[in-house]
């Protein structure tokens, strides 16, 4: 065991609460193991900040998340909750001397076809919910980039989304109900089974999206729609990126595409490197769009492509066969694969104004111009999301220092156009002082006193969200 | 004026107290004429205990509703916010001594369609919201029955849903922020106008559905949808209520139909006898399933005429013309001009599990025929809403003793059931004693704490939701 802070007087006191955490928990759910807890330290976000835990702790059970906060209440411990370490704003960092807590082995996922729910574990896996939905012939909709590895009660943390939002809505509209554990170990219901209802406050509404910070959730209750048809696709290719985000926000206005995403050049020419498709040198933005309407998924890609051709688009590509569809978009896919492993990225997360979106990528280009950095960038542009991706060397210290500085003239840029430095993956370590700067104080004021209320000592996830930490009070 | 609670006494620091708000507002604001408070006291809950308030305030601005407050809060004066006071379930019922505070007259609408959202006042009309909408080519989908008259205020309030909730959702679905004063007088901007955004805990969620007991909603954000296209529609008769509940349910596994309603025969027979459509003798009951899909919407109604066959209908019709769909659809609207003048209701609001309400509408029938009263039953069994219609004859004080005996009989069937008391209409002033019994108690703690957190006085709506009112605090 390695706690790296520790000095030797506070490494007995160490010892003696790391054996009182164990004596409440079943053998091998408490890990201080250094290789393994070195894991846990870090999410995505890949935070140099990160800190060394007092313990890990795998819960198997509900009774251990009690048992871990109870402990943590009475000695005023930290914790981080953690689901998959997916989060790329650093909302499941580890913070010294804190317990972070894995809910990763909740895992189980049981669908009641009938109530077309199903009733799944924290650490289920996004796509794991989606497959045995599937295998009812039902379907559960929030499906981020992450899908294959993020976990539900991240996304649940985080209100995830996706590149279907725009029809199908994010995490959010999916939770019926919550059973969550709260920082003084004691554990409560909220919301339930039923499709609607309209009981008193929606608790279930403020911790989704709530980070960890007032409570741990341990089982959520999501609703399922009934399957949708096998998606038809549009790829469509303009020269400038105005025009593509002029196209799909005609498409918005009539329609719901199924996904409707838009990558930039700079993004096209990261995939073109692995894909060699003979990107044309004109080309500046190509717009995804899909349609999963059964019968009338025909008519809808006609009237995609009608308003791809009115806008400008030079190249306009149209299929009703999957496998053909799957290839039209490998670009999507393609950008990570090229990535991964050859560079660090922050994959930046803003929400706009739709009619913004254009002059802000504008901007990006002209920052990535100024600096030199590779910035490529995906939108939602009907959901006013849109993702810049800053690559950096991670061995070259300037080159990151570029990168991040790349970032904060963008969030400002944000703030200026009146947009939301969060979209969809959450605010974390990384966006609290953003965010705290953009919303209005009445309303920071109202999120710290319902912390406050909550988690009076503050020790649910002190770094993420709003909220100050331990030493930040002042 | 007349304030029939007050002694002498009072009287006169009654008269005090008018004066003195009626000098903190502009000119007309304030109102105690007699005739005109009369109108004030009671919503469509009609309660008998209805109050007598101190004054009716009718603002005509944001400042009004804060200088109200303000006073409100200095003198610790109950303040029961109102939109268009069509609460069934007392809602915004007077209270003794308190300001009734009506929104009706912030009734602003302005569409913004390139944001496809829409800023409205919370006395705006629902029905004038989706007119304004419609008017840009966009689409306002919360469609509660009483669109006409209520307020989009008193849908946020109460999260109100309608009969296309499956497809569409409910009021929270496309609330993207709000303006709204506190107890104290202060005003709170949440959420925003980005279609998108995970900035801090959801505070907009948290005053959808809260009904006047966290703060007075002065402004709402909705975002809007692309207009579909004009219904198709299928009605389809069933001689066993319970074949038309499974029906209903294998249409909702396969699809999402724009709106999906059923009527049981009692229902049926009232509209009969104002359209003399020569219902059959062996109908128990009439599913009504329409599809907006546009070039889908012929094969989606295909399979919803197949599944009802296989469910055993008796009789289908379906058509693709809009005039004629309503003709088909008229018995949903002819209840109400039967019932209306004739007798007073006792409209019920309930949420079970799909599975359990063809159980629950058979109860229904034996509680009907064991009493002798008259009721009726709408359902949309999709979202599990079901509305049985006790019809009562006001004048007769035996009737309406039954009629409430029934829907006490109902309620505890309902969680016997593992529904919920309240689906789409709110918990108002009537229903709070059935949701705190059958809400955990850890959750009413918790929302009793928020309520202490926004109104530590508790003046705002006290009959309302969860929360003890004056006097019922131990």
Redesign the interface.
Known sequence: MSIETSTDDSAGSTTELVRELSDLLPGGTVVTDADIVEVYRQDWSMDPAAGTPLAVVRARTEDDVCAVLRFASRHRIPVVPRGAGSSVVGGSTAVDGAITLSVELLDDIRVD????AAVVGPGAVNAAVSAAAAAE??FYPPDPTSSDFCSVGGNVA??S?GAN??KY??T??YVLGLRVV?ADG?????G????????????A??F???EGT?GVITRVTVRL??APSAPHTVAAFFTDHNAAFAAA?AI?????PSELVLMDRPALEVADSLLQMGLDSETGAVVYAYSD????????IALMVELCREHGATEVFDTDDRTQGEMVSRPRTAVFEVLEGHCAMVVEDY?????ALGEFLSTVHELAAQTGQQVLTYAYP????IHPIITFDPADEGSAGRAFGVRGRLTEVVAAL??????????GAD?RQA?AG???E???A??R???D??DPDGILNPRA??FPGPGERS
């Not at 004691?186 to 909220?190: G, K, W």
């Not at 339930?192 to 209802?197: C, L």
């Not at 309407?293 to 809808?300: I, L, P, Q």
């Open positions: 076809r009938d109530a077309m012939g039902l985080t209100n989304g939002g725009y809505g994010s959010r509209d709260l004691s554990v409560v219901e909220v339930g089974a039923a499709p609607k209802s309209s009981t008193g406050l929606s608790l509404g403020l989704v999206g709530s007032l729609l009934p926000a918005a206005h009539r329609l719901r309407a059964g019968a009338g998924a025909k008519a809808e929400v706009l104004p739709p009619a009907a959901d006013g999301v009146g947009g939301a430095v969060a979209g969809e993956y959450g605010v966006k965010v953009v919303a209005g009445g309303a920071v109202l999120q006193r319902i912390k209320l909550f969200l709003l």
